[in-house]
C-alpha cells in the first residue's frame, strides 16, 4: 500500500476516560473503518463513583486545540472529519476557522450538548456557537432528540412529526443532511433515526435492544458517518451503514459497572450485524 491510498479521519472531541464515547469512540470507530484517525483534545471528562457517575468537563485552552488542528492539517485535508464535545466558545471558533482555513470536506457536526443522562445543557453559550458557526459547514449533522430540539428551538421533541419538523429547521440552519438520532429516546420498540436530507426523509428502524449497552452509542454512529463518507460513501449510504455499525456495537456491549453499560466499536466486526 503506498501511503496516497490511505484514508484520513480527524475527529475533534472530548476524552472519555471510560472508553465509550468521545475521542475514544470515534478514534476506535474510524479503525473499524479502515482509515487512520487524526484527534484533537478539546475536554477532559471525568466519572465519579463516589458521586452516582456525575460527569466533571474540563475543557482545554483554545489555543491549544488550535496547535493541535495545525499538526493535524500539515498533511492537508482529511478524507472525513467529525466533531464532538466541544467545550467552550472560542474552541468551537477555532474548529470553524480551521475547517474553513482548510476547506475541509466530508464535516459531520455532532453537536454534542450533554452526556447521556444529564439534561441540562452543559452551556447554553456553546450550543448557540454550534448553531450559528459550525451547522452551516456541516455536510452531515447528528443530533440527537435533545440536540435537536435545543438547536431547532422546538424544545422537547416526541414524535416522529416533531423529529421532521425539527430536521427542516436544522436543514435551513445550514447543515446539507440532518441525521436526528432519537435511538431509544421516543417511546414504543423501536430505535428511530431519521434522515433529511433537504428533499427527502428517510426514516432508520431497528427493534430497541435490552438489555442497551449505549454508553457511546451516539458518538458511534457520528464517527461511522465519517467512516463512511471517508471511503467514498453517499451519506445515505453511510447513514445506513452506521446504523448497522452502532446497532451491532450496542448489541456487543458490556456492563462496565453498576452506572454505565458501554458499546463496544468492534462489534460489527467480530460479531457481525
Ligand atoms: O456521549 C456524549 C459524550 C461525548 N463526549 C465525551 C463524553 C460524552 C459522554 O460521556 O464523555 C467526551
Known amino acids: 500500500m503506498t501511503m496516497s491510498t490511505i484514508l484520513k479521519t480527524l475527529t475533534i472531541a472530548g476524552s472519555d476516560s471510560s ?9 476506535k470507530t474510524f479503525e473499524e473503518y479502515g482509515t487512520y484517525g487524526f484527534s484533537a483534545l478539546t475536554t477532559i471528562v471525568t466519572m ?5 457517575w456525575h460527569h466533571n468537563v474540563y475543557p482545554i485552552d483554545a489555543k491549544l486545540v488550535a496547535e493541535q488542528l495545525k499538526t493535524v492539517f500539515a498533511g492537508g485535508p482529511v478524507d472525513a472529519m467529525k466533531t464532538g464535545m466541544l467545550g467552550s466558545v472560542p474552541i468551537i471558533e477555532v474548529v470553524q476557522k480551521c475547517i474553513l482555513e482548510n476547506q475541509q470536506k466530508n464535516v459531520v457536526i455532532d453537536p454534542v450538548m450533554v452526556c447521556k443522562g444529564e439534561d441540562e445543557v452543559l452551556n447554553p453559550d456553546s450550543a448557540d456557537a454550534i448553531r450559528d458557526l459550525l451547522l452551516p459547514l456541516a455536510a ?10 435545543v438547536l431547532s428551538g422546538l424544545g422537547r421533541l416526541t414524535t416522529v412529526g416533531e423529529m421532521k419538523e425539527a430536521a427542516k429547521i436544522i436543514h435551513e440552519r445550514g447543515a446539507k443532511n440532518v441525521v436526528i438520532k432519537g435511538g431509544k429516546s421516543l417511546d414504543g420498540d423501536m ?13 432508520l428502524e431497528t427493534p430497541k435492544i ?5 454508553h457511546g452509542a451516539g458518538c458511534t454512529f457520528a464517527a461511522a458517518v465519517a467512516g463512511g463518507l471517508a471511503n467514498g460513501l453517499s451519506v445515505k449510504e453511510a447513514v445506513a451503514k452506521a446504523k448497522k455499525f452502532v446497532t451491532a456495537a450496542i448489541r456487543s456491549g458490556y456492563q462496565f459497572n453498576e452506572y454505565v453499560g458501554p458499546v463496544f466499536h468492534a462489534g460489527f466486526r467480530l460479531n457481525g450485524e
Open 19 to 27: 472508553g465509550g464515547a468521545g475521542l475514544q469512540a470515534d478514534l
Open 48 to 52: 465519579d463513583p463516589d458521586n452516582g
Open 140 to 149: 452531515v449533522a447528528t443530533p440527537n432528540l435533545f440536540e435537536a430540539g
Open 191 to 203: 430505535a428511530v433515526d431519521l434522515l433529511y436530507d433537504g428533499t427527502e426523509f428517510t426514516i
Open 210 to 214: 435490552e438489555p442497551a449497552h449505549n
